[in-house]
């Protein structure tokens, strides 16, 4: 009976291990520094953009370049697998971007509260 008890805990502790090493790879989630380019698609019509992201010492930084200017991203974490943006326009208005990596793919909602709501679509470009 105690070796079948030994091995039942050794399995519940790999069974463990296993969880959160998954959990933190989750965490990590897919690479976001590089350029990205592609539309946001609002409730006020669509709009081209591109991205260049930098990630440095857990820190996500960078602008985003469409027609009205440029916006400086501030600050981008990783949240639940889920990227968050913050951007800020020349003017000082503020907004978010979230959304998921997929291989070269970035998709997610645009935030830009009063001025535009709706979601963006963006393909790695370097």
């Given amino acids: 009976m105690r070796g079948r008890g030994q091995r039942g805990m050794a399995i519940t502790v790999l069974v463990l291990v296993l969880v959160v090493a998954g959990r933190a790879k989750e965490q990590q989630g897919a690479p976001i520094a590089g350029k990205w380019s592609g539309l946001v698609t609002t409730d006020i019509g669509q709009m081209h953009i591109e991205v260049t992201l930098a990630?440095?010492?857990?820190?996500?930084?960078?602008?985003?370049?469409?027609?009205?200017?440029?916006?400086?991203?501030?600050?981008?974490?990783?949240?639940?697998?889920?990227?968050?943006?913050?951007?800020?326009?020349?003017?000082?208005?503020?907004g978010?971007?979230?959304?998921?990596?997929?291989?070269d793919n970035f998709a997610g909602?645009?935030?830009?509260?009063p001025m535009a709501v709706g979601t963006f679509a963006l393909k790695r470009v370097v």
């Fill in 55 to 94: 990630q440095k010492d857990g820190k996500v930084t960078g602008q985003i370049v469409n027609p009205h200017g440029t916006f400086k991203i501030s600050q981008g974490k990783l949240v639940e697998g889920v990227w968050r943006l913050d951007f800020e326009s020349e003017e000082g208005a503020t």
């Fill in 109 to 113: 909602d645009w935030d830009f509260h």
């Fill in 96 to 103: 978010q971007m979230n959304g998921k990596v997929t291989g």
